[in-house]
């Protein structure tokens, strides 16, 4: 079964501007989480999507959203860059169940703001 | 407010020794527990997962954690290390109110000496 998968890897982007994450998550899994990884502050929760529905979200601007699709494809958005927003970005996803809160991630795209 | 602390932000040790990793979180009831793994430029791999039942939990490459409430810790254990575990260790705890929400510790940088 193929992996969560996100695109793009990187990118660059000026302050300012716009940008959109793409992530596909594993077949038959319909939650998905997205997490921001800084050397300052870790790995923070972003979102989370089920059935194209934010059931959750962090502590973060409302510069940051998200969307998810009824294929449970997700993107996230971030408006009006900052330098503080160069990160790696890490999509998850999961079953619902039993299991729900065991997360699988994809290898991330890392975003740098110039 | 939940937390998982990682006291150790980087730990070395040679080839063939035994390694054990600290976590230690804060939350109210019986909680969810995760260690992750981090190779340099990639996603994150669920190593092992806590959830009920026995606190002694195997997972993969080789590695074991123990629950034990009473000191609040979920540390991860490898009886002999190999090169190739050199890589970055998170440990997360599923939040309150569910959803899919991980809150991680600033996570340990392991180097393995040959």
């Known amino acids: ?54 059931r959750n979200k962090g502590n ?43 997360q699988y991630f994809g290898p991330g795209t890392r975003l740098t703001v110039t | 407010a939940q937390s998982v602390t990682q006291p150790d932000i980087h730990i070395t040790v040679s080839e063939g020794a035994s390694l054990e990793l600290r976590c230690n979180y804060s939350y109210g009831a019986t909680p969810y527990l995760f260690w992750y793994v981090q190779s340099p430029g990639q996603g994150l791999q669920l190593l092992l997962k806590y959830f009920s039942g026995d606190t002694l939990v195997q997972g993969i490459k080789g590695f074991e954690a123990e629950f034990k409430r009473s000191q609040s810790s979920f540390n991860l254990r490898k009886p002999s290390v190999h090169w190739s575990d050199a890589a970055e260790y998170f440990c997360a705890v599923g939040a309150t109110g569910g959803y899919n929400k991980l809150i991680f510790g600033a996570g340990t940088r392991l180097a393995v000496h040959p």
């Open chain 1, 1 to 54: 079964k193929a992996g969560v998968t996100q695109t793009p890897r990187y990118l660059i982007k000026t302050r300012g501007q716009q940008v959109t994450l793409s992530c596909s998550p594993i077949s038959g899994h319909r939650s998905v989480s997205w997490y921001q990884q800084t050397p300052g502050q870790g790995l923070q929760f972003l979102f989370e999507y089920f059935s194209e529905t934010q």
């Open chain 1, 60 to 102: 973060f601007p409302g510069r940051f959203s998200g969307r998810q699709f009824s294929n449970s494809r997700s993107e996230m958005n971030v408006s009006t860059l900052e330098l503080g927003d160069s990160a790696l970005y890490l999509c998850a996803s999961s079953l619902e169940g039993g299991k729900g809160l065991e």
